[in-house]
T-cell receptor, first 113, second 110 residues
Framework: NAGVTQTPKFQVLKTGQSMTLQCAQDMNHNSMYWYRQDPGMGLRLIYYSASEGTTDKGEVPNGYNVSRLNKREFSLRLESAAPSQTSVYFC????????????FGSGTRLTVV | EDQVTQSPEALRLQEGESSSLNCSYTVSGLRGLFWYRQDPGKGPEFLFTLYSAGEEKEKERLKATLTKKESFLHITAPKPEDSATYLCAVQGDNFNKFYFGSGTKLNVKP
């Protein structure tokens, strides 16, 4: 069982470059999430998708876009990377309407120089 | 404003020395309080969900409790493998939004 798979694991971007972080889950979960984790600030929600075909903004959505490609896949795009987006990004999934806990991916460590 | 505060930021224990981690919260309409464990370079791993004041959950050396304003994660006779960062999160009125604390980094020395 793979759970939640994120790619890539590491990435270095130059300011202004774009990239897409990929996430896929194989647990048939309806809800998927993108978080960023910064030292001393905890995990902050960027965007989420409660079900296939829907997406909503979280706490810190500026500078990001998302696509729920199908039930399994939820991607996060940085259109024009900025140094402030240097962070560790986590994708997570959960069952809708009953929370047994998120299942998180192993993260993408992104550095913008 | 919904928020979660965890203390202490870091905790060093000797193997076998029991202690508690604190998670205080303010949230509109608490649906649940969650504890996660995070090892370096990995994603958080779900431990417990607590739904109402007075509830307790246990798993091996860990016991989580909940009051109306805070939760405690009690660690009894910890071992070095319990070393990790422990995260607390709350779920309020918006089902899909969870508010995470910044975590307590636990280091258990043999």
């Amino acid at each position: 069982n793979a759970g939640v798979t994120q790619t890539p694991k590491f990435q270095v971007l130059k300011t202004g470059q774009s990239m897409t972080l990929q996430c896929a889950q194989d647990m048939n979960h309806n809800s998927m999430y993108w978080y960023r984790q910064d030292p001393g600030m905890g995990l902050r929600l960027i965007y989420y998708s409660a079900s296939e075909g829907t997406t909503d903004k979280g706490e810190v959505p500026n500078g990001y876009n998302v696509s729920r490609l199908n039930k399994r896949e939820f991607s996060l795009r940085l259109e024009s990377a900025a140094p402030s987006q240097t962070s560790v990004y986590f994708c997570a999934s959960s069952e809708a309407f009953r929370h047994y806990g998120y299942t998180f991916g192993s993260g993408t460590r992104l550095t913008v120089v | 404003e919904d928020q979660v505060t965890q203390s202490p930021e870091a905790l060093r224990l000797q193997e076998g020395e029991s202690s508690s981690l604190n998670c205080s919260y303010t949230v509109s309409g608490l649906r649940g309080l969650f504890w996660y464990r995070q090892d370096p370079g990995k994603g958080p791993e779900f431990l417990f969900t607590l739904y109402s004041a007075g509830e307790e959950k246990e798993k091996e050396r860990l016991k989580a409790t909940l009051t109306k304003k805070e939760s405690f994660l009690h660690i009894t006779a910890p071992k070095p493998e319990d070393s990790a960062t422990y995260l607390c999160a709350v779920q309020g009125d918006n089902f899909n939004k969870f508010y995470f604390g910044s975590g307590t980094k636990l280091n258990v020395k043999p």
